[in-house]
Antibody, heavy 121, light 108 residues
Framework: EVHLVQSGTEIKKSGESLKISCKTS????????IGWVRQMPGKGLEWMGI????????RYSPSFQGQVTISADKSSTTAHLQWSSLKASDTAIYYC??????????????WGQGTLVTVSS | SYELTQSPSVSVSPGQTARITCSGD??????AYWYQQKPGQAPVLLIY???KRPSGIPERFSGSSSGTTATLTISGLQAEDEADYYC???????????FGGGTKLTVL
């Protein structure tokens, strides 16, 4: 069974750095893309980017390019999302999700439980 | 850039049929996907490739797509179906992911 387990709640201050994680199991980590999705308080889902752990090929949404870094560690089958300098507007729940990706399809079939990030100014 | 548009809210009585629509110029070219998100929970995939259900999703949930509109239909509505529903597709290149703004379904 596919499992994605995310790291716990983070409370940070503006300007601080942060790296959250998404530990996967139950499938071949290197042969599926993993994506990150943001959900700001009371708002909808926003796609941030995806990574292919097999070769670390990464694609960012234009809205998040340069704002975050997505990475993957094959040895621990874990994906990461990191910020170098947080802003209050980064306050949100962040979800990782496994991506089903073919020539005509890209969607998320299994999701992590979410990581709440709260940034105070 | 492409967008997906959903009505903000829909209210339906128990036992009735709810229809949630998603409009976008990309939909004639790309598949639609649907997710259910209950309060405090992660999204769950309901429909993929316009009309296919993952294993474990009840038959009450169905999807269709025609022209620029994709529709999620929930028949025999139950109180537990009260949730936010999001459509998703990809841009013309198939690379970038698009989400609709979400529809809050209230079971009266």
């Amino acid at each position: 069974e596919v499992h994605l387990v995310q790291s716990g709640t983070e409370i940070k201050k503006s300007g601080e750095s942060l790296k959250i994680s998404c530990k996967t199991s139950g499938y071949s980590f290197t042969t599926y893309w993993i994506g990150w999705v943001r959900q700001m308080p009371g708002k909808g889902l926003e796609w941030m980017g995806i990574i292919y752990p097999g070769d670390s090929d990464t694609r960012y949404s234009p809205s998040f390019q340069g704002q975050v870094t997505i990475s993957a560690d094959k040895s621990s089958t874990t994906a990461h999302l990191q910020w170098s300098s947080l802003k209050a507007s980064d306050t949100a729940i962040y979800y990782c999700a496994r991506v089903i990706d073919t020539s005509m399809m890209r969607y998320f079939d299994s999701w992590g439980q979410g990581t709440l990030v709260t940034v105070s100014s | 850039s492409y967008e997906l548009t959903q009505s903000p809210s829909v209210s339906v009585s128990p036992g009735q049929t709810a229809r949630i629509t998603c409009s976008g110029d990309i939909l004639p070219k790309q598949y639609a996907y649907w997710y259910q998100q209950k309060p405090g929970q992660a999204p769950v995939l309901l429909i993929y490739q316009d009309n296919k259900r993952p294993s474990g999703i009840p038959e009450r949930f169905s999807g269709s797509s025609s022209g620029t509109t994709a529709t999620l239909t929930i028949s025999g509505l139950q109180a537990e179906d009260e949730a936010d529903y999001y459509c998703q597709s990809t841009d013309y290149s198939g690379f970038d992911v698009l989400f609709g703004g979400g529809t809050k379904l209230t079971v009266l």
